[in-house]
Antibody, heavy 119, light 111 residues
Framework: QVQLQESGPGLVKPSETLSLTCNFS????????WSWVRQPPGKGLEWIGY???????DYTPSLKSRVTISIDTSKNQFSLNLRSVTAADTAVYYC?????????????WGQGTLVTVSS | QSALTQPASVSGSPGQSITVSCTGT?????????VSWYQQHPGKAPKLIIY???NRPLGVSNRFSGSKSGNTASLTISGLQAEDEADYYC???????????FGGGTKLTVL
C-alpha cells in the first residue's frame, strides 16, 4: 500500500518560494504518476501538476510560470516549488499518486499540509 | 470558476438514493472516459471512489456508482448512510492545456 507524507514550512512570506516535499513508501516508483493538488480554505480542489517516474512533467497553465515539480528516486521523494507566492496561494497542499495516469484518478493521497502565505 | 460544474449541495434521507451531476464540455467529459469521483470528509484527504466513469477501486462500496451521458457525468449513491455525508468532487481529463480539472464540489447532507 503506497503511503505519502508531505513536509515543509507552514508559513511563507509573500514573494518568496513555497517548497514542499512528499515522501512515499510501500510501492514501486516505476509506472506511477506523482502529483500535487491544493485546496484553499473552504474551497474546492485544484490540480497543480504531475511528474512521472521518468522525470517528465506538466503543470496547470495558471501556475506553469511559477511551479516546478521534481523527483528524487533515490530518496523516494518528490517536491513542489512554487515561486513568488501571494495570499492566493494559501491552501492545504496534498501530494497524490496513481498507477493509472495523471488524469485518471488518484487512489493514494498524503494527509495534506496547510501553507499560509503571510508576512 | 471550476471547469466542471457541480451542484453546490444535495441531500437525502438514510436508505434513499441520490445523484450528483458533473457537467463539462466536449473538451473533457464529452470526449473522454476519464472521469473520477472523490469523497472528502472535513479535515481529511480526498478518497477516490470512482475512476474511468464507472470503475470502483478495490474496497469501495458498491453503493457508489458512476455513469456518463454526453457532457455530463453522474455519481449515484444508493442506500444512503450517515457516513456518506461529505463533499464530493468530480474530475476529468481535458484536452485543453489545463490537462486535469476538478469540479467545484457538492456537499451531501444526510437528513
Amino acid at each position: 500500500q503506497v503511503q505519502l507524507q508531505e513536509s515543509g514550512p507552514g508559513l511563507v512570506k509573500p514573494s518568496e518560494t513555497l517548497s514542499l516535499t512528499c515522501n512515499f513508501s510501500g510501492g514501486p516508483i516505476n509506472g506511477f504518476y506523482w502529483s500535487w493538488v491544493r485546496q484553499p480554505p473552504g474551497k474546492g480542489l485544484e490540480w497543480i501538476g504531475y511528474i512521472y517516474y521518468t522525470g517528465s512533467s506538466d503543470y496547470t497553465p495558471s501556475l506553469k510560470s511559477r511551479v516546478t515539480i521534481s523527483i528524487d528516486t533515490s530518496k523516494n521523494q518528490f517536491s513542489l516549488n512554487l515561486r513568488s507566492v501571494t495570499a492566493a496561494d494559501t491552501a492545504v497542499y496534498y501530494c497524490a499518486s496513481t498507477p493509472y495516469s495523471f488524469y485518471n484518478g488518484y487512489p493514494y493521497w498524503g494527509q495534506g499540509t496547510l501553507v499560509t502565505v503571510s508576512s | 470558476q471550476s471547469a466542471l460544474t457541480q451542484p453546490a449541495s444535495v441531500s437525502g434521507s438514510p436508505g434513499q438514493s441520490i445523484t450528483v451531476s458533473c457537467t463539462g464540455t466536449g473538451f473533457d467529459i464529452g470526449s473522454y472516459n476519464y472521469v473520477s469521483w472523490y469523497q472528502q470528509h472535513p479535515g481529511k484527504a480526498p478518497k477516490l471512489i470512482i475512476y474511468e466513469v464507472n470503475n470502483r477501486p478495490l474496497g469501495v462500496s458498491n453503493r457508489f456508482s458512476g455513469s456518463k451521458s454526453g457532457n455530463t457525468a453522474s455519481l449515484t449513491i444508493s442506500g444512503l448512510q450517515a457516513e456518506d455525508e461529505a463533499d464530493y468532487y468530480c474530475s476529468s481529463y481535458t484536452s485543453t492545456t489545463t490537462l486535469c480539472v476538478f469540479g467545484g464540489g457538492t456537499k451531501l447532507t444526510v437528513l
